[in-house]
């Protein structure tokens, strides 16, 4: 909601059908989440495939977690205090789905969409002081 105002406000005379053309990314854009969810399972497989002391995986989005824990699953190798997993996005469905619970990284998108919409019209770089919370599981 937050998104579609800040583009209303940049692009006031545009329709809202042209706005989400145009600026809406949806998952069928960047693939499905099956996609993304197998693309974590390739990079886990290729990465311990070729690294013997791996200790913890850090994965850009937790649907990239949970495809690790499925390669992790059928490789007999479950998490725990050898090797630690965390993904990003602290989406708390996926971080709990699956035989094992993983860390996650969660943003605070309120108050960065807040701070963005404050500065949007300042025209200069801003620095944002939100730190992120890491959920452990």
């Known amino acids: 909601r937050h998104r579609y105002l800040g583009l209303k406000a940049l692009f006031p005379g545009v329709s809202d ?26 990079a886990t497989r290729r990465v311990l495939g070729e690294e013997r002391d791996v200790t913890a995986l850090f994965y850009s989005t937790d649907l990239h977690a949970l495809g690790g824990l499925r390669y ?44 963005v919409a404050e500065h949007l019209f300042d025209r200069e770089p801003c620095s944002l002081d939100i730190p992120p919370r890491v959920h452990f599981r």
């Open 72 to 115: 992790l699953g059928e490789r007999g190798t479950p998490p725990g205090p050898a090797l630690r997993i965390a993904g990003s996005n602290n989406i708390e469905f996926i971080s709990r789905f699956g035989p094992w619970p993983f860390s996650s990284v969660g943003m605070d998108f309120d108050a960065i969409e807040s701070a």
């Open 17 to 42: 059908r042209e706005l989400f053309r145009r600026h809406v990314r949806t998952m069928r854009d960047s693939g499905t989440a099956e996609a993304v969810v197998q693309s974590g399972y390739e």
